[in-house]
């Protein structure tokens, strides 16, 4: 399921496709950060004073971010209703835990 975050000033999309954000299709965020937590919140402030998260390079604003966060909640919740799913979740973290540890 895709849902629409926001258009860019350019024109590109930002949507929640699953479990991450993806800008104009291309993978741009799994996870928002407040823009107080950001290294760069000065300059992002600067340049959209009403930001309160942001989407790896895509600032967001309080609606946008709710948008946002609800679109991943619903995904999750999918998710965990899915037991296919789960178990793949499992798997894969499996995978990367052994790669962790030097098994292969």
Do not use: C
Not at 35 to 48: A, S, Y
Request: hydrophobic share 50%; no cysteine.
């Amino acid at each position: 399921m895709t849902t629409l975050v926001k258009t860019t000033e350019d024109g590109r999309k930002l949507e929640v496709i699953g479990f991450a954000l993806y800008l104009d299709g291309k993978l741009e965020a799994v996870d928002l950060t407040e823009v107080t937590q950001h290294p760069l919140k000065w300059k992002i402030l600067n340049v959209m004073p009403d930001a309160v998260y942001v989407a790896g390079r895509v600032a967001l604003n309080r609606a946008e971010a709710e948008i946002a966060f609800k679109a991943l909640k619903e995904a999750e919740s999918k998710m965990l209703a899915d037991p296919v799913a789960i178990a793949e979740r499992f798997r894969i973290a499996a995978m990367w835990k052994a790669r962790e540890q030097g098994i292969e």
